[in-house]
């Protein structure tokens, strides 16, 4: 499901941001479910400048989740295929 993620000082102030409801995946019993997360543009609200009474904005970058997908654990740390390719000769890559 989806929550809005709301800040004032942000524009747009309201974004919807998807949230993950399981800790596990239906598809797969050792999978998991994990957020997907995408850096999107916002402008923050820096400062008020006294003498106009206007806001100064700069841009930034801010992370949110835009999904859910299921991933499998890691069974082993993963390697280059070049440095598989290097030990086995034979191997087609």
Not at 48 to 57: K, Q
């Amino acid at each position: 499901f989806f929550r809005l993620n709301h800040d004032e000082n942000r524009e747009p102030k309201i974004i919807s941001e998807a949230h993950c409801l399981c800790r596990r995946s239906r598809g797969n019993p050792g999978s998991f479910c994990m957020p997907i997360k995408r850096q999107v543009a916002v402008m923050k609200r820096v400062r008020c400048d006294p003498n106009t009474g206007l806001y100064e904005y700069s841009r930034a970058l801010q992370t949110i989740t835009v999904g859910c997908h299921s991933v499998l654990p890691r069974s082993q740390k993963a390697s280059m295929l070049i440095d598989l390719y290097k030990k086995d000769k034979d191997i087609e890559i």
